[in-house]
């Protein structure tokens, strides 16, 4: 089956600097990398996602990249701020819709 | 997207025993998910519920421990049976988007403890 994997597990910043996180995955045929973010004692909030037909995808601050050929992609949050201090999760889907596999998490903290 | 309920919010319950959880959507969804949630740990997909079918449970999960139902196209139950402290975790449930597909949104979870 499918294996994420996800670095690093906890990640601090200042405020207003960038923030990057980075997953792997397994399985070639996986093809839609949604990602979520979770404060405490809430559900898992998505946030943004790719699929494998794109390499890039933006949002505001928040940008997602996929390579294919290495199966890894990665989240980039720009102008951080104390808000976005969460643990974040990325997952990888071999069907559209169905059986989500995410990554261990990481917890970001925003120093303001 | 769609508005998910889960009741209940939490539950402290005795060993041996079990829970049954429910999941509520506000409007009809294909596919519908279990997740657990161990205290600082990431999401586990328990299975799939399928609606007029039997589950389809991942590799370590079996229906006679997670029995659920699907009976319509807005809900579901998760039961925990045979209840042991290992058990004590967030349980989500999770429908695909009705958008571009894909994409999942989950409840507001179930906290349980296991005494």
């Known amino acids: 089956g499918e294996n994420v994997e996800q670095h690093p597990s906890t990640l601090s910043v200042q405020e207003g600097d960038s923030a990057v996180i980075k997953c792997t995955y397994s399985?070639?045929?996986?093809?839609?990398f949604p990602w979520y973010k979770q404060e405490l004692g809430k559900r898992p909030q998505l946030i943004i996602d790719?699929?494998?037909?794109?390499g890039e995808k933006k949002d505001q601050r928040i940008a997602v990249t996929l390579n294919k050929t290495a199966k890894h992609f990665s989240l980039h949050i720009t102008e951080t701020q104390p808000e976005d201090s969460a643990v974040y999760f990325c997952?990888?889907?071999?069907?559209?819709?169905?059986?989500?596999?995410f990554g261990t998490g990481t917890s970001l903290t925003v120093i303001p | 997207s769609a508005v998910i309920s889960q009741k209940p919010s939490r539950d402290i319950c005795q060993r041996g025993t079990s829970l049954t959880i429910q999941c509520q959507v506000d409007?009809?969804?294909?596919?519908m998910f279990w997740y657990r949630q161990q205290p600082g740990q990431s999401l586990t997909l328990i299975a799939t519920?399928?609606?007029?079918?039997?589950?389809?449970?991942e590799s370590g999960f079996v229906i006679d421990k997670f029995p659920i139902s699907r009976p319509n196209l807005t809900f579901s139950t998760l039961t925990v049976s045979n209840m042991s402290p290992e058990d004590s975790s967030i349980y989500l449930c999770?429908?695909?988007?009705?958008?571009?597909?894909?994409?999942?949104?989950f409840g507001p979870g179930t906290r349980l403890t296991v005494t």
């Open positions: 997952a990888a889907s071999t069907h559209t819709g169905n059986q989500f596999y």
């Open positions: 790719i699929r494998s037909n794109v």
């Open positions: 409007s009809q969804v294909t596919m």
């Open positions: 399985d070639s045929a996986s093809n839609y």
């Open positions: 999770s429908v695909a988007g009705s958008g571009r597909g894909g994409e999942q949104y």
């Open positions: 519920a399928n609606q007029g079918s039997e589950a389809t449970y």
